[in-house]
């Protein structure tokens, strides 16, 4: 059984929006710090946003003002908001506990983020 599931992937214009979620049966997010994080092709792995188990957000600079992470603890599930979205921001994203262990990361429920012109 999956840690985490991830939903709101596809495809997107440069400047449009997305929301993607995070949700989970194993893990209550008003316990621990979530966060989202994301790889390129090539590229290291980032961590875009977190937000701790009593709502204080946090952002990487490349994104900060762009992306905005929330969570429903009723729902049980960490959101993140990207707004104003450009190539820089094609990825693979996937939410996690905080310290990114291996065994918790989880793939897409649709695929991962990426960029078009037209």
């Known amino acids: 059984q999956a840690w985490f599931e991830e939903s709101g992937g596809g495809l997107v214009q440069p400047g449009g929006s997305r929301r993607l979620s995070c949700t989970s049966s194993?893990?209550?997010?008003?316990?621990?710090?979530m966060a989202w994080y994301r790889q390129a092709p090539g590229n290291e792995r980032e961590l875009p946003a977190n937000?701790?188990?009593?709502?204080?957000?946090r952002y990487a600079d490349s994104i900060k003002g762009r992306f905005t992470i929330y969570k429903d603890n009723a729902k049980n599930t960490v959101y993140l908001q990207m707004e104003n979205l450009n190539s820089a921001d094609a990825a693979a994203y996937y939410c996690?506990?905080?310290?990114?262990?291996?065994?918790?990361?989880?793939?897409w429920g649709q695929g991962p983020l990426g960029t078009v012109s037209s």
């Open positions: 996690n506990y905080n310290s990114d262990s291996p065994r918790y990361r989880s793939n």
């Open positions: 194993r893990v209550t997010f008003s316990r621990t710090t």
């Open positions: 937000i701790t188990d009593d709502d204080r957000p």
